[in-house]
């Protein structure tokens, strides 16, 4: 049977709302150079999609495909790719091509991942962007373990997953996140979990640590957050932003010595090398491999049909649930 000539997508035509966007037929897209058509199979929701679709992009014209995270079939290979038709890859999109939120999807097909048999279609579209965001996060502290480490919004999809990578490596993982996430985060092994919303919360994980400092604060909140938790770094240590970045030195000079990163997964589909897209593939099968045999636990998925893409999404805007949501066609 051969491929249709159309395809359903979710389009945006300007900032606002997710249920804003517009279901429409589109002509089935071709794969060029380098590139492979996806038939998809599930579609990964996350916080990106709907800040994209409130605040525009400069890539984006009216009739732009939005959504990063998908999982799906080979359906068409362009010139240069030598891949089986019908293997089911894992895909995180660049924001400034025409994403998931579709039917088909044209990607990159150096940054396709292999999914294993053993994990489904739903778990698979929920791990790319949070995994390989927290997967990048780690890789920015330098060392192997053995000493505390703070990720704050642990009960989010990149924090959870980011907590569970840290204490495989060997960190003792403190967290933040909302008090109906404490338990869970605690059966994972974390030392402690403090509540965000508290005022002295800093000073009962500064009381838990005793004379110990922080190594590295893991910040998944925004930039003027990790501003404010410079001061729990130690000596020599790290602050890691993976929502925003600082742009100028929280710290004077000379003080604690503290090595500020950035986090920006999306930058991988405009200045990687071979190299990069290697590790990049590498770090998703690693991931895949600990998802399928249960090292590492992302939180309950919630399904929604496709038709129904923009509710979920509202209701992911609307937080306060440990869920990941997921479209599934």
Known sequence: MGLPRNHRVWAWHGR??????????????????????????????????????????????????????????????????????????????????????????????????????????????????????????????????????????????????????????GWRVWTTAAPDHEAELLALGVSGSFDYRQPDWQGRLSAALGPRRLFAVFDTISGDHARGLAPLVGYNGHLICIQDRIEQAPLPAFSTAISLHEVALNSIHHHATHDDWRLWRAAGQELFALLETGQIVLPRIESSPFAELPRALVRLRQGGRPVKYIATL
């Not at 492979?36 to 009739?63: F, Q, S, T």
């Open 16 to 169: 606002g709302e997710p249920d804003a966007l517009r279901l429409e037929d589109r002509p089935l897209p071709v794969p060029g150079p380098g590139e492979v058509l996806l038939e998809n199979r599930a579609i990964g929701l996350n916080p990106v999609d709907w800040k994209m679709i409130a605040w525009g992009n400069d890539a984006w014209a009216p009739g732009h495909i939005p959504g990063v995270d998908g999982c799906g079939t080979l359906a068409a290979c362009g010139e240069g790719v030598h891949l089986p038709l019908g293997t089911r890859y894992a895909y995180h999109q660049g924001l400034a091509r025409d994403g998931s939120f579709a039917g088909f999807t044209l990607a990159d097909a150096r940054g396709l991942i292999p999914v294993p048999e053993t994990v489904d279609d739903r778990l698979a579209a929920a791990l790319p962007c949070p995994g390989l965001t927290a997967w990048q996060a780690l890789a920015k502290l330098p060392g192997a373990g053995g000493r505390d480490v703070l990720v704050t919004g642990a009960g989010g999809a990149v924090g959870r997953i980011l907590a569970q990578l840290a204490l495989r490596a």
